[in-house]
């Protein structure tokens, strides 16, 4: 078994970083009654301060002063909005949790017989796992394969959509995309010597019950050795691994080492049983189980590994985004394709019939779409599609487990944004309890006739397009959970914590990643709302706590970002200001301290993470901004996949130098209030001077900070170098004689026809006029014809 190749050099762990690498564990606590309790009581308490806030304050201001004074009713309105506005997130936050506390006090978890016997009784036509990859390093995708791969499934087949330029001039990049091509093949290699041991023995087995009918001691003892060998693979594997930071130590001691102490303990029950068997205690295991303990190490080591190109065929969409990457390949499961060579480059067409058959993709009953930096544990597969196929689960299309952050960051930023990573795995889990689910993309199993559902179909270029997943906005996944629940589908978070995916090391990466967060779901919510209509006309109307949750969900974002801006900035009179408004948020910011501890995190965790919101500020708002944007201009936006490199990724330098402007600003802020005697917005103001500036020296540092804005104010100056193989591929030959009809190729002008090779010819031309009248300027003759054994561009 290889090492990973080209695995990134781990980071230097900062003070302040998180030590522990063990993972929370995979079943959640189950919550006391006295936690549901007091989350009863935070709701209530929430919700009464607000209540009491708008008698009390509001409309007491409107009785006293009347509409007279404009700028104070003014003022108290948009004061109340932003309040509201702010109020109800939290508001939600708390119901959203709640509901998380109740499903995770009633889950009981399904045993490991139940599962080996629903998926041996059971034919089962596959699943395909589909991970979309652009400019991964290979050590990442590596893991990722590995851990799809050993998933205990019948019939899997794992495939890496690979994303990057199907030929890189740069030799670094050409190398790194030749080992990620090399990954596939070499888990096929890998896994063929184990998978062929244990489908022998299955066979051995089933051969000696159709002569013995019943399973004999010997059995067992084989079947106890065929696991004990098992786990000697497993463990050689995972000593093998290079062991750099906390990502790997989790791929060896829970994806590796997780799957070998549970064949290991299956072994000492077989072992155990056997001992029974000869004391006189016990019986020979059923010939049923024995049939399901064989099957499982078949399935754990048996895959179909493959890597597929989209870029390397003409008639798929080369759209740049994760959407369009997952929907070319998912158009073309359950079809068979010959391989056409044209001008316009490779094109598939599909066959029928004896015809040539040059790629061949399979059909499957489910998918599960995974990122190319997450992780899942062995039982994700079982555990998923078993509750799937449940009779009361018949119209659920997605289900999922929330991911959750790898533990023991070296980062103090990443630590920090894991810590929010698995709130936000709480809070997904609690809207499962109120049917307000959404698809989170890192890992999904989709029903394939649930996505057949949704498809449309159009045509560009002459060539079939099919879209099952919306690429309208970059989160895509939101707005495929509306389509879904348009045609009468369900979304489900499967209460279990089953898969992990890496968080951003450092503030460049993370501003790519929350900029793409907060950008399209106002988008989306015109399309909620269409559904929300039609759900009322067909009788089955939306329910209150699902609508607010599903609203809240999309559109928080932007009215938080806006919200806490006007706070900052306007300086709003002093009798708006109650202390009803802080006993009205303090439920949320105790529950989340809560919550914080409950995932092994510090209760202080929250004022860190307060002022981390607030110097994301900036990013959140360019976010929703740039969603503004796009309802304006119909344009889609680019999709930005968060950076994943080896070294600190830059950041933009309006996001470095906004944050001191906000810390500036509230010092200002201070000043200015202190000297009007308006102590409450001098201590709103004062709070998040100290919160924002603790947040910059912690997450984003000092030096960054410097380096980054140097960076930003000098970047325009440089250019960079272009390799020579990047200038011959750019020169355009020419002729001496200045016909055109020299470089003219046939081929295209047959397949393009008449428009588009006289457009060809006539850029052609008028390039070489612009060389020529250049030359004569010069006093230098036209160059001569080169050939260069290559179509001029």
Request: proline share 5%.
């Amino acid at each position: 078994m290889s090492k990973s190749i080209h695995a990134p050099s781990a980071r230097p762990r900062q003070w302040g970083s998180e030590r522990n690498r063990t993972p929370l564990p995979t079943v959640h606590t189950r919550p006391s009654d006295a936690k549901i309790l007091w989350g009863r009581i935070a709701i209530i308490v929430t919700i009464s301060a607000w209540l009491v806030y708008l008698v009390t304050t509001i409309l007491r201001q409107f009785l006293e002063y009347g509409t007279d004074n404009f700028r104070l009713s003014l003022e108290a309105i948009s004061y109340l909005v932003v309040v509201t506005f702010l109020t109800f997130s939290a508001l939600m936050y708390l119901v959203a949790r709640q509901g998380a506390l109740r499903r995770f006090r009633d889950h009981v978890r399904v045993p490991r017989a139940e599962l080996d016997r629903h998926f041996g009784d059971h034919a089962h036509d596959g699943m395909t796992v589909l991970v979309p990859s652009y400019a991964e390093e290979p050590a990442v995708v590596r893991k990722t394969l590995w851990s799809a791969a050993l998933q205990e499934y019948p019939a899997l087949r794992v495939v890496l959509l690979l994303d990057d330029p199907p030929q890189p001039k740069d030799p670094a990049t050409a190398a790194r995309l030749e080992a990620t091509r090399a990954i596939a093949p070499g888990i096929a290699e890998a896994l063929s010597v184990p998978a062929a041991r244990f489908s022998d023995a299955l066979l051995s087995f089933e051969h000696e019950l159709l002569v013995g009918g019943a399973p004999s001691a010997d059995a067992v003892h084989r079947l106890a050795r065929e696991y004990r060998h098992a786990v000697g693979w497993l463990r050689d594997m995972a000593a093998a691994e290079e062991h750099e930071d906390h990502v790997d130590t989790f791929f060896i001691e829970q994806v590796l080492g997780g799957l070998a102490d549970d064949l290991a303990l299956t072994a000492t029950a077989l072992g155990a049983a056997l001992d029974d068997a000869d004391s006189g205690s016990g019986s020979v295991i059923a010939t049923e189980r024995m049939l399901e303990l064989h099957r499982r190490l078949v399935w754990i080591f048996t895959a179909d590994t493959a890597t597929f190109e989209r870029k390397q065929y003409a008639s798929l969409s080369h759209e740049a985004n994760k959407a369009m990457n997952l929907n070319s390949y998912i158009g073309l499961m359950g079809g068979r394709y010959r391989e056409e060579h044209t001008p316009a480059g490779v094109i598939l067409r599909p066959v029928s019939g004896p015809q040539r058959t040059d790629l061949v993709v399979p059909n499957a009953e489910y998918l599960l779409t995974l990122d190319a930096d997450s992780l899942l544990l062995r039982d994700y597969c079982l555990r998923l599609v078993h509750f799937l196929e449940q009779p009361d689960n018949e119209r659920v299309a997605v289900t999922q487990t929330p991911y959750s952050s790898f533990r023991g960051s070296p980062t103090r930023i990443e630590r920090l944004a894991g810590a929010t990573t698995d709130i936000q795995h709480i809070l997904h889990q609690g809207l499962s309890e109120y049917d307000a689910t959404f698809w989170v993309g890192a890992n999904a199993v989709i029903r394939m006739e649930a996505l057949d559902d949704i498809l449309e179909i159009e045509t560009v270029g002459g060539f079939e397009i099919r879209r099952y997943v919306q690429d309208r906005t970059v989160i895509e996944d939101t707005e495929s959970s509306v389509d879904l629940g348009q045609h009468g589908w369900t979304l489900v978070n499967y209460p279990e914590r089953l898969s992990y995916s890496a968080t951003p090391p450092d503030f460049g990466s993370l501003i790519v990643q929350r900029r793409r967060w907060a950008n399209g779901g106002l988008l989306i919510l015109p399309k909620l709302f269409t559904q929300m209509r039609a759900r009322k006309r067909a009788g089955r109307p939306v329910r209150l706590t699902e609508a607010m949750l599903r609203i809240n969900y999309m559109a928080s974002i932007a009215w938080a970002s806006f919200g806490l801006v006007f706070l900052l900035a306007y300086p709003y009179d002093s009798k708006l200001l109650s202390p009803l408004v802080l006993v009205a948020a303090l439920p949320y910011f105790f529950a989340q301290a809560s919550d914080l501890r409950a995932c092994g995190y510090k209760g202080l965790d929250i004022l860190r993470i307060y002022g981390f919101n607030l110097i994301l500020l900036p990013v959140n708002l360019a976010g929703v901004l740039k969603s503004i944007e796009q309802s304006l201009t119909g344009k889609k936006i680019p999709f930005a996949r968060t950076p994943k490199v080896r070294d600190r990724t830059a950041a933009q330098l309006l996001y470095v130098v906004a944050p001191f402007g906000i810390v500036a600003f509230s010092v200002l802020t201070v000043w200015r209030n202190v000297v009007d005697q308006n102590w409450g917005n001098a201590a709103f103001a004062g709070f998040n001077a100290v919160t924002a500036m603790w947040a910059i020296v912690g997450n984003i540092g000092i030096r960054a900070s410097l380096a980054d804005t140097w960076l930003g104010l000098t970047d325009w100056m440089w250019v960079d170098r272009r390799t020579r193989a990047e200038r011959a591929d750019e020169r355009v030959v020419t002729t001496g004689a200045g016909t055109a009809v020299d470089d003219f190729d046939w081929q295209e002008a047959l397949y393009n026809g008449h428009a588009a090779a006289g457009e060809e010819l006539h850029g052609r031309s008028a390039r070489r006029s612009r060389r020529r009248a250049a030359s004569a300027s010069r006093g230098a003759p036209p160059r001569e014809n080169v050939s260069s054994g290559r179509r001029a561009a």
